[in-house]
C-alpha cells in the first residue's frame, strides 16, 4: 500500500536497465528465425514471455519507489546482469545454455524478492515469491530434462509465471502505482521491440558481400514504413489513451493484468512482423512463404487485437477501426500469397497507414463507448 509521489518519471539507471532486453528481444528473434515453424513459435513465446515477466516485474516494483536509492540502484543493476545472461544463453537455450538461462531467471526473481518481500503480506504467495520459489526451480529442473520433457516444463512455468498476474490481479488491484510512469515504462519496452524491428530489416543487407541494389533499399523503405505506421497507432493512441483511462474513475490504480497481457501481445506481435521482413529485404520480388506471410501479417493482427484488448478493458471502449482493420489484413492475408514480397509488404503498409489516416481524420467514428466514458469523467 506504499505511496509513490505522482509524476514520477523514468530514472536514467530504468534506462540503463532497459539496453539489457534490446539484446534480448532481439535474441528472441533470431531464434524465432531460425526455427520459424509452429513449434518454433511455440518455443520462441516461452523465451519471451520468461524474459518479459522479468523486465515486468521489475518495472513494477521500481514504479513504486519515491527516491532512486543506492540500495534500489544495485538491485536494478544484479537484475540487469541477469537478464544479461538470459540474453547471452537464448540461441542455445534449448540445447547447451538451458541451465543457463534457468540460473540467471532464478537469480533475477531471488534478488527482486528479497528487495521487495517487506512490502508484501503474505510474502511467499504473491507473484514475486512464487517466481523465486516455484517458477525458478521449475525451469532448472527442466533444463535438466531431454529437450521434449524441457520444454513441456518450461511451458508449464512460462504459463504459470504469465497466469500469477491474473491469479494476483485482486492484490494489485490494492497497490499504488504512478500511471504516468508506468506507461512510460511500457512505452520503452515497445520502443525496444520496435527498434529490433529496424535491426532485423537493417542487417540482411548490412552482411551481405554484394553491392546493394536499389530495388532492395526500396524494400527496406516499404518496411521502414511499417514500422513507422506501428509507432503511429501505438504512440499516438493506445499509449496516451490508455494513460488517461487509468488516471479516470481509478486514480493511482493501475490493472497491472490488462496492461501486462496487452503489452505482451504488443511486443509479441512485433517480434512476428520483424521475422516477417527477413525473407522479403533480400528477394523482394520473390513471393513470401506462408509461414512469413503469417508471421508479418499475424504479428501485425496480434498487436492490433492487443491494443483493442487493453482499451476495452481499460475504459469499456471499442475501437472499431482496428477491428475493421484486423478484417482487411486477414483478407489480405491470403491475398498477398499470389504477389511478390515486396507488394505484400506494401499492402500491410498501405492497411496500416490506412487506420492512422481513419483515426486521425474521424476519430468519433472509429471508437465506439467514449461517450459513455467521457460522461462518466464528468460526473
Known sequence: MAEVVEGKRVTWAEGFFDLVFVLAVTQVATLLGEHHQWWGLGRAFIVLALVYRTWVSTSLQTNRLSRDS???????????FCGLVMAIAI???YDSGGMQFALAYWAARILLWLRYVPQYRPRVVTSLGLSATVIGPMLVVGALLPDTWREVVWLVAALCDLGSVAVMGRMHRFIHYDHSHLMERF????????GEQIVDLSLPLARQSDNIRPLELLAVGVCFVVVCTLWWTYFDHSNAAITLAIAGSQEHVVMSRQLTYGHFGVVGGIVCIAVGFEQMVTRPLVSMTFTHLNLLYGGAILLLVSMV?????????????RIAAIGVLLMLLYVSLLVPGIVATALLAAALFGLVAVERRWPAFSTRGADRVRSDAGA
Open 70 to 80: 543506492t540500495r534500489d540502484r544495485i538491485t536494478l543493476f544484479g537484475v540487469g
Open 187 to 194: 512505452g520503452l519496452f515497445v520502443l525496444i521491440a520496435l
Open 91 to 93: 540461441p542455445h537455450v
Open 309 to 321: 484488448y487493453m482499451r476495452y478493458a481499460m475504459s469499456k471502449v471499442w475501437r472499431v477501426a
